[in-house]
């Protein structure tokens, strides 16, 4: 107390009193940070994030399911289905077990151990990733700001002029920079809240448990065999979105758009500035 | 710029504390419940204990789906079963009068019992789907008597945790814990639609989970012993699905 000028140079215990009152304020009162403004980041940390823990549980659920379904490559509509019934169709390719008749002379060998496990696993990466996003984008008014279509463009008429300007190949205007057009909006939208809730909600009615304590279910689903049959179409319906979406991204520029989606670049018209 | 680094710095270390003493917190509540299931070691350990935990939580009392007698499958499926043994040929040339049912472990009154004293206890039937690990199902009429009846009368003492279960075969073992083995539709089966269970799907004697994929559902069942823990038995990994690489819980 008496030496003044010391005390001051020196880190004291109550030197962190205001110092955590401070950081303590600036989580309460986040305007005092100005940080958030300063560049326009294309995409929040938080739909990186979730959108490559998407990208590896998506992965590695096509690569499992791929290698269940060959152990039984037919398929069925309705509650039951099995190689005594007549299937849907079949895929024409050899079976991972010698219960199935294929034709083929050959079996792959059965992965169905740690295939299953890593389905699930991946499923819950999923599931819980889903919810993290779906929370933050309704809060957030990500969804409302970014994915769907824009007052006035919610017609038919705003989605065929747009596909017209992707076949003339003409340069993505202004607004575009910053967010999504409305063919895209209209993609997510499908994507977000069609296609992915229903490859759920088709995976988790082919559980016997979970099916048993949610009944509706498989009944919304139409059944254990016809929900495993959507489930196979839905994968593909997401497969072809994701070749379609990678397309783009090659199109539009790869190495800019991954940027933008990992380490979080700015808009296109302020690089090119 | 250093207020934002702070800002950043604390948040973190609150929620990293947050986070450990709720994780520490998860770890413990799930070993009380019994939400952990023996496999919850290994790469796939996380999904595995995720999915067992949220049945525990939320479906250890529902019930599998009962059917219509209409949706019974006139052509059921038997999966291949493992060529039977001296002892179950022998065994099958006398009809089975020589079947026994061991009882024992964590039990009052230990027995052993015929089929005709299993037919003698609550006959239960139920129309419920065969779901397997490969895909197919079908729908048939399984008739017996509850596991449970079995499990009362030999007294389950306190701390008993698992019902293991073993078929003629020496090599194939299950357990299940002790709510899956209590529950109303854990059916120690002996008849299939109209007759005898046939020997194709695990006649004379099979415990019929319909909660739990096919596999689960023993083939041939002779004994049946309450334990506290699965640490003992095999690899410790609480059936012989994970010692194959499959998971040990099979109701998705």
Redesign the interface.
């Known amino acids: 107390m008496i030496t003044g000028g010391e005390c001051c140079r020196r880190w004291r215990y109550w030197n962190f009193v205001p ?2 009152l ?3 304020y ?2 309460a009162v986040p305007t ?2 100005p ?1 958030r403004q300063k560049t326009a980041v294309r995409h929040r940390v938080i739909v990186r994030v979730t959108h490559w823990l998407t990208v590896v549980a998506f992965l590695a659920l096509v690569v499992s399911g791929l290698e ?2 060959i ?2 490559p ?1 398929f069925y509509w309705g ?7 007549k299937p849907a169709f079949t895929l024409p390719i050899p079976a991972s ?4 008749p294929t034709g083929y002379n050959y079996q792959w060998p059965d992965q ?3 295939s ?3 389905h ?5 990466v999923l599931v819980l990733t889903a919810l993290v996003y779906g929370v933050w984008g309704l809060v957030s008014g990500h969804f409302r700001r970014n994915i769907i279509p824009v007052r006035g463009e919610r017609n038919w008429s705003a989605v065929l002029s747009r596909m017209a300007k992707y076949l003339r190949r003409a340069p993505p205007d202004k607004r575009e920079e910053k967010s999504y057009n409305v063919l895209q909006r209209v993609t997510y939208l499908v994507v977000i809240f069609m296609l992915f809730p229903a490859i759920i909600l088709t995976g988790l009615a ?8 949610f ?1 509706a279910i ?1 009944l919304i689903a139409g059944g ?2 016809t929900a ?1 049959t959507l489930h196979f179409f839905l994968t593909w319906s997401l497969i072809a979105f994701m070749i379609v979406h990678v397309a783009m991204i090659a199109i539009s520029g790869f190495w800019r758009r991954m940027r933008a989606m990992t380490i979080g670049g700015g808009s296109a018209a302020e690089e090119d500035r | 710029m250093s207020l934002i680094s702070r800002r950043r710095l604390i948040t973190t270390g609150l929620a990293t504390a947050a986070g450990a003493t709720g994780l520490g917190v998860a770890a413990k509540l799930s070993r009380k419940y019994g939400l952990v299931p023996p496999d919850c070691k290994g790469v796939y350990g996380a999904g595995e204990t995720l999915t067992y935990g949220a049945e525990r939580l939320f479906a250890r009392h529902a019930m599998a789906r009962e059917f219509p007698r209409s949706m019974i499958c006139e052509k059921p499926f038997a999966n291949e079963i493992a060529p039977p043994t001296d002892a179950f040929k022998r065994m099958q040339a006398r009809n089975f009068v020589d079947w026994r049912l061991t009882i024992d472990g964590l039990v009052e009154h230990p027995m052993t019992l015929s089929l005709a004293d299993l037919k003698t206890m609550p006959v239960h039937s139920q129309i419920t789907e065969v779901s397997c690990e490969e895909g197919w199902s079908h729908i048939a009429e399984w008739i017996g008597t509850p596991l449970s009846n079995v499990l009362n009368e030999a007294g389950l003492k306190p701390g008993v945790r698992y019902i293991y279960y073993r078929a003629v075969e020496p090599y194939l073992w299950e357990t299940i814990d002790v709510d899956e083995a209590m529950h109303p539709q854990t059916l120690l089966t002996m008849g299939m639609n109209d007759g005898d269970l046939p020997v194709g799907f695990g006649g004379p004697l099979r415990l019929r989970l319909p909660r739990q994929l096919g596999y689960k559902s023993l083939k041939f069942v002779i004994h049946i012993t309450a334990v506290d823990s699965v640490k003992n038995i095999g690899k410790g990994l609480g059936s012989i699905d994970p010692e194959a690489g499959y998971s040990w819980y099979a109701g998705i």
Request: net charge positive.
């Open positions: 110092l955590t401070g950081s303590w600036s989580l005092l940070s940080v269940i379904v152990s039984h037919r509650e039951v289905g099995n190689v005594n019934m077990r010698d219960t199935v169905n151990g740690w299953r496990y890593l699930f696993e991946a499923a819950w082919m559980s016997p448990s979970f099916v048993g304590a009944p498989a254990k065999q495993r």
